[in-house]
């Protein structure tokens, strides 16, 4: 899960700094400022503003486009697990760019660039590689074992293996950042309609907002992956194109130039081992099990499909992942001495593009922010409506479930709207999200899904102890690497509860194959 926080830079000037983890907890090891409001407001410099017109009729044909896709696709569902998962019948195409589509979200074009322009090849120790490493892993060892499971949610093993009420607890573990991240990406799509148009900021967001929530609301699943397919090719097509242009014309005599330590993937200060371990942990293990991408997972029409489908997802991610890598290492050859280094790409496209290729470069960075709003509103409406609503009420029709999901989705779309508008909530909001870390979820899932050690007790203690170490190293102590003190406070949690509930007894330990856990009293 992508966690944003907004601070100011200065009065003047105000940033929305980006890293990402697809769980639920604030990335410790930070990507800088990341400024969308202030790196498009270059467009409307001299030379920039001559685009303007162009830009802003593109931005609104290509969103118009996305809305009318997601509503035709609305009709052709009838069943919860339509709306949630696309029926179960996505192939590779559909898969693979629908996981891709989400996965790369703008911080990856423009942090990621930046990052690389201002620390070398070490700046992309996160993203690409980092991520690139989640996806692989998830096809690897993950997405198979749980789609055979046919659950519709994450939150399902909880339920099946522990017991609702850990079921319940986990719901509120990975809510809660889906919703913050879906709100921050709907202001910085306002933001970019803002600055490329006459609206005001609040305009703007409210029209992104109902955008999203509509086609996303109306069409579930099935939308998503028909809009993150166009989002993904749009995407791929505006880097490629950008990409082989600036470099035949600018790069062929840079590249071979450049100084040999940008190409070390450790940073120039030196980092100890538990550093470059925590960098390299957080990525990975703290995104490996978001809901987004278990979601899309699930909705493939075998295991096969959803294994290699995350595989072939996680190669392609590093392979348009190295556009921007390669543009930020030739970056200081080309545009040298920034002070912000995120306001590279925008700076380049303004300075070389010309108006066809600026709407494509518009299109792609758009198409990011789009395909990572539309699915963390699903994650947050399904396990919602699936995990914690649903249950209350058994004998649904499939009819009436529908409308639950919808209108679970539509209520976080709201939710993520009013977060839009208010910089200094989203703030305070996303700082207490730091809270909910990934710890204790990867550790109860991995013990849940592949072992048969470890009861109810154990779910639930070591769920709250990864929360609460992660709270107290990050913000009390001050400790330098949080995420592995919580890593191994939850590890040691899980197996000390795990063997107390074994030698008592007081657990019965379901197969891997097994019924779903007996209802707690």
Same mark, same amino acid.
């Given at each position: ?12 000037? *105000? ?5 990402? $983890? ?92 930046? *990052? ?10 996160? !993203? ?47 809510? @809660? ?17 803002s600055a490329a148009s006459e609206m005001t900021l609040d305009i703007a967001i ?15 699943? /099935? ?6 397919? %166009?989002?993904? /090719? ?11 242009? /600036? ?13 040999s330590s940008r190409f070390n993937l450790a940073y120039a200060q030196e980092e ?5 371990? $925590? ?26 499909? #959803? ?5 072939? #997802? ?19 050859? %080309?545009?040298?001495?920034? $002070? ?5 790409? @925008? ?7 010309? =108006? ?17 709003? !539309? +699915? ?13 609503? /649903? ?69 639930? #203690? ?9 709270? +107290? ?11 592995l003190v919580s890593l191994g406070a939850a590890l040691a949690t899980y197996l ?6 074994? +030698? ?11 019924? =779903? ?5």
């Open positions: 899960m992508r966690m944003i926080r907004l601070r100011p830079l200065n009065q003047n000037d *105000e940033v929305i700094w980006q890293s990402r $983890e697809r769980q639920g907890l604030a990335v410790q090891a930070e990507i800088d400022n990341f400024t969308i409001r202030s790196a498009w407001s270059l467009i409307l410099s001299p030379g920039g503003f001559q685009k303007l017109n162009l830009v802003l009729w593109g931005v609104f044909a290509y969103v118009g486009a996305q809305l009318v896709v997601g509503l035709l696709v609305s009709r052709k569902i009838s069943t919860e697990a339509d709306y949630l998962l696309g029926g179960r019948r996505f192939g590779y195409g559909l898969l693979v760019m629908t996981i891709f589509a989400t996965w790369f979200g703008a911080e990856t074009c423009i942090g990621a660039s930046g *990052e690389v322009y201002a620390h070398g090849l070490a700046g992309a120790r996160m !993203d690409p590689f980092g991520y690139t490493i989640c996806l692989l892993l998830m096809g690897l060892f993950i997405a198979a074992p749980l789609w055979r499971k046919q659950y519709t949610t994450l939150a399902d093993l909880f339920r099946d293996r522990f017991s609702p009420g850990v079921e319940r607890l986990s719901v509120i573990l990975l809510v @809660p950042t889906s919703v913050m991240w879906a709100g921050a990406q709907i202001r910085a799509f306002g933001s970019v309609l409210a029209l992104s907002a109902a955008v999203v929530i509509i086609y996303t609301a109306r069409g579930g699943m /099935i939308a998503d992956a028909c809009t993150d397919f %166009i989002q993904g /090719i749009v995407l791929i097509l505006g880097l490629l194109i950008i990409s082989g242009y /600036i470099g035949y014309e600018y790069a062929s005599g840079n590249f071979t130039h450049l100084d100890s081992p538990l550093a470059q371990m $925590e960098s390299w942990c957080i990525p990975i293990i703290g995104s490996l099990l978001s809901q987004e991408l278990i979601s899309r997972t699930l909705a493939a029409r075998s295991p096969e499909v #959803a294994r290699n489908s995350a595989l072939l #997802a996680g190669l392609l991610y590093f392979c348009v992942g190295m556009i921007p890598v390669f543009l930020g290492l030739i970056g200081p050859a %080309i545009l040298p001495g920034l $002070e912000i280094p995120e306001h590279f790409l @925008p700076e380049l496209a303004q300075h070389y593009l010309n =108006p066809f290729l600026f709407v494509l470069f518009a299109g792609a960075l758009i198409s990011a922010i789009l395909s990572t709003v !539309d +699915s963390a509103l699903l994650a947050a409406g399904g396990l919602t409506s699936h995990n914690l609503i /649903i249950p209350l009420m058994p004998g649904l029709s499939e009819k009436k479930k529908v409308m639950i999901s919808r209108g679970s989705v539509f209520f976080f779309g709201l939710v993520s709207y009013f977060l839009a508008v208010s910089a200094d909530g989203v703030h305070d909001l996303v700082e207490e999200a730091s809270a909910f870390g990934s710890t204790g979820i990867f550790i109860v899932v991995f013990f849940g899904l592949f072992t048969r050690y470890g009861g109810v007790v154990s779910g639930y #203690a070591t769920l709250i102890v990864g929360i609460l170490v992660y709270v +107290s190293g990050s913000y009390v102590a001050q400790a330098r690497y949080p995420y000390v509860i795990g063997a107390w509930e074994m +030698s008592r007894e007081k657990v019965i330990l379901p197969a891997l194959d097994s019924q =779903p856990a007996r209802e707690e009293t």
